[in-house]
């Protein structure tokens, strides 16, 4: 591919009553544009999915499984149209190889995209990008597997391979890589994804005030509930931002871009009492006026009381928890 690339990032429009920046896509376009290729967003949430195809070089769709078919059909229109395709997102990381075959993409991403798009983007073969499911003779195949491992450590059904900066976890053949220090990522391109930009969301959003923006503190989850793709899509080892990073994101959001409620996305927020207590002392020392909430859900065994109250006066106002089921039953069963 041409050392500059013209990329278009989709996230396709579904019916859906959660409307809020999408923050995937939004990493996505800042690992790209540090890399010099222009990007632009369209997401279906904020605005009709219309475009050129003359002025673009790749498109990438993203899907969660609520929305991979509507993801397919905005695969079959740009392939309509001669261009290169390439799919992302919770549904395909789960299942990348099913995901390529149903919707005929010419690429999916089998892991975390930044570093899958831009060794794409730079024009590296596809059997040599990291973490990329492709066609090769008419069958799907993986790109070039970890290496370089330098320990392991059993995890229920997953194993972790360490290596420099990276970790791989595999699920049965499926090997995916996960960067270990995600400040390296930086911040979401928030001019691609304006949160001013959004509609208010329709009945049934869990939102307080608007504009809202969601955010990631961490990355993964290790625990291994069975009916959750977390652990597979983010990772089973528990990775995470400076605190003083994701509050200087907080600050920035607030002051640049009018954000009057901000929703934070982990998998596992509470986790870890340090660094959810960290961010909070910093937003009260900076003394940043915003609004902020846990719809992802956090678990219940991981609150207590001291942090609640101190979640309550950093502007903490709402929380989804993690009960899935009053039937002892039923959580037998799912685990
Ligand atoms: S604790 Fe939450 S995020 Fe982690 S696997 Fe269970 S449901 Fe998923």
């Not at 596809?126 to 003779?137: E, K, M, R, S, T």
């Not at 961490?218 to 528990?238: D, E, L, Q, V, W």
Request: charged share 25%; net charge neutral; glycine share 8%.
């Amino acid at each position: 591919m041409n050392s500059r690339l013209k990329v278009l990032l989709i996230s396709p429009m579904y019916n859906s009553s959660i409307v809020a920046p999408c923050l995937g896509l939004g990493y996505l376009a800042s690992a790209l544009k540090k890399n010099g290729h222009d990007v632009l967003i369209l997401d279906g949430l904020r605005e009709k999915i219309e475009y050129n195809p003359s002025e673009w070089d790749i498109v990438g769709v993203s899907a969660m499984s609520t929305y991979f078919p509507e993801c397919i059909e905005e695969v079959k229109k740009a392939k309509s149209y001669g261009l290169k395709t390439i799919i992302g997102g919770p549904h395909i990381i789960c299942d990348p190889i099913q995901s390529l075959i149903d919707s005929g993409a010419d690429y999916a991403a089998i892991g975390e995209g930044e570093r899958t798009m831009t060794q794409l983007a730079a024009g590296l073969p596809p059997a040599q990008v990291d973490g990329l499911a492709y066609w090769n003779n008419g069958k799907v195949v993986q790109s070039k597997q970890s290496d370089s491992m330098i320990g392991e450590t059993e995890s229920g059904a997953t194993t972790f391979l360490m290596k420099e900066n990276m970790y791989t976890l595999q699920v049965g053949k499926l090997k995916r890589d996960f960067q270990l220090n995600i400040d390296d990522f930086g911040r979401p391109d928030w001019s691609s994804i304006d949160p001013r930009t959004y509609p208010v969301a329709p009945h049934g959003m869990i939102a307080h005030a608007h504009p809202i923006a969601p955010i990631i503190t961490t990355r993964g989850c290790p625990y291994s509930c069975t009916y959750c793709s977390a652990p597979i899509t983010a990772g089973k080892r528990m990775r995470y931002r400076d605190p003083k990073n994701v509050v200087d994101e907080i600050e920035m959001l607030v002051n640049d871009f009018g954000v009057k409620e901000i929703q934070i996305e982990d998998d596992n927020f509470t986790l870890n009492r340090k660094h959810c207590i960290t961010i909070c002392e910093e937003i009260l020392k900076r003394g940043i006026k915003v609004l902020w909430s846990l719809p992802n859900g956090v678990r219940i065994d991981k609150l207590d009381k001291e942090m609640l109250l101190l979640f309550k006066k950093a502007g903490c106002v709402s929380m989804a928890l993690g009960i899935e089921s009053a039937n002892q039953r039923i959580l037998d069963m799912i685990k």
